[in-house]
Nanobody, 127 residues
Framework: QVQLVESGGGLVQAGGSLRLSCAAS????????MGWFRQAPGKEREFVAA????????YHTDSVKGRFTISRDNAKNTVYLQMNSLKPEDTAVYYC????????????????????WGQGTQVTVSS
């Protein structure tokens, strides 16, 4: 199992930036593909970004392409989400998630492939 703790959320003006971090417990962080999701009030959870366990492949949903970047540091057991040019519609609780662990270093699971979740961090973008 892996335990995940997000940090870095907060209140920012439109056009600003934030970097979310997700620290994972355990010694096998490099075995997990990682993802970021978000959920705004009254809306369904949205798959935002993901990265293969080796870091070689990524996914970013269309609405954040060119603005958000997922990255990871396996030595620090941490995955990041750099968010630039933030918009009010990015306001949500952001969650990081890990898959079950995969032998495929370049595999990026779909949104249904994540089984471990953090508690979430609030991001609020004011207009």
């Amino acid at each position: 199992q892996v335990q995940l703790v997000e940090s870095g959320g907060g209140l920012v003006q439109a056009g600003g930036s934030l970097r979310l971090s997700c620290a994972a417990s355990g010694r096998t962080f490099s075995s997990y593909a990682m993802g970021w999701f978000r959920q705004a009030p009254g809306k369904e959870r949205e798959f935002v970004a993901a990265m293969s366990r080796g870091g070689g492949n990524t996914y970013h949903t269309d609405s954040v392409k060119g603005r958000f970047t997922i990255s990871r540091d396996n030595a620090k057991n941490t995955v990041y989400l750099q968010m630039n040019s933030l918009k009010p519609e990015d306001t949500a609780v952001y969650y990081c998630a890990a898959d079950r662990g995969t032998a495929f270093i370049n595999y990026v699971p779909p949104s249904s492939g994540y089984v471990y979740w953090g508690q979430g961090t609030q991001v609020t973008v004011s207009s």
